[in-house]
């Protein structure tokens, strides 16, 4: 939380911690998420949503929502994806966020980007939501917003396995695509969806192979303590601190 405590020694006493979530999916919308955390928030916890389980992500989301002063989420379709690219997509979204917000920010931390179109203070932040609770925050409140889209799209369309894969290259997705083409909430800009369209099988199976995650490594399931609720987990688990950080990390941003 160096940064968050730098700009506070600063002045500034609204930072709001920005990332988004779905940028690398071949199907669905990318979401972004802003949020404003008190200085003494103490939710314990935070951290990259890719890397904490279902239901601890689950509980630390409803803590953001009840604790955080300031929460705003943009969301970004597919057919504007495929006609402004991903990266202006996620830019969008990280923009409807901040607007969305009931209580505006003064200063921005963003994980790895810039906004120019927005004007206040923002700071860059690489790796950013291991190292940032604000960051970590808006990176729990995108994912779990965005899987629950992917949840409601897997209903409609069960055969490519949303609700496991979130719309990322797994081999079962894949597979299905392969199989049954792609529906209405695929990018088509994006070049495994154009290969397959222009009929380059061939290529597709090559560009996937030995890089496809799995099921586990997109949607972690459980807790190792066998916690349902994730509720035993938050209570133990540290702050995030760039003191127990590796150097590496310690010296991002």
Partial sequence: M???RELRLAGF???AGIDEVGRGSLAGPVVAASVILPEH???KGLRDSKVLPRARREALY???LDRADSVGVGCVEVEVIDRINILQ???LAMSEALRRMP???DHLVIDALSLRDVE???RPIIDGDAISASIAAASIVAKVTRDRICTELDARYPVYGFARNKGYGTRYHVEALLNEGPCEWHRRSFAPLRMLLAGEQLSLDLLFDD?????DEIDPDGDPDGDPDGEDLLEDAPLIDEDDLPEELAAAG
């Fill in 2 to 4: 160096r940064h968050e």
């Fill in 103 to 105: 209580q505006q920010p």
């Fill in 120 to 122: 206040l203070p923002q």
């Fill in 41 to 43: 928030h103490r939710i």
């Fill in 13 to 15: 006493d609204r930072i």
């Fill in 89 to 91: 997509a996620t830019k």
């Fill in 62 to 64: 409803e803590r953001i």
């Fill in 211 to 215: 890089q496809m995650p799995t099921d």
